[in-house]
Nanobody, 114 residues
């Protein structure tokens, strides 16, 4: 099983990035996919989730700026991040969960700085 995140990088405040999480080795369509982030010195926090039925939820801090989506045919989840702020700087992880074994990706670094 692998979850591979990509799309991170350095962006100026107000800019946008789209993160991708490509899954292999799982029946992607049945998993709830989630994005977490961990900033330096802080606990990992849930940013957004999308269920197998494409129901979405967002942390209050990103609601209206971030959009989570999924493409089951490509076995990939996405996180579109707009209006980025310096406090969005973190390592972003994707997480695949069902009622059984769950999986983490290795993370991708997002740095928001001028």
């Amino acid at each position: 099983v692998q979850l591979v995140e990509s799309g991170g990088g350095l962006v100026q405040p107000g800019g946008s990035l789209r993160l991708s999480c490509a899954a292999s080795g799982i029946t992607f369509s049945i998993y709830t996919m989630e994005w977490y982030r961990q900033a330096p010195g802080k606990q990992r926090e849930l940013v957004a989730s999308i269920s197998a039925y494409s129901t979405t939820n967002y942390a209050e801090s990103v609601n209206g700026r971030f959009t989570i989506s999924r493409d089951n045919a490509k076995r990939t989840a996405y996180l579109q991040m707009n209006s980025l702020r310096p406090d969005d700087t973190a390592v972003y992880y994707c997480y695949a969960k069902t009622g059984g074994v769950d999986y983490w990706g290795t993370g991708t670094l997002v740095t928001v700085s001028s």
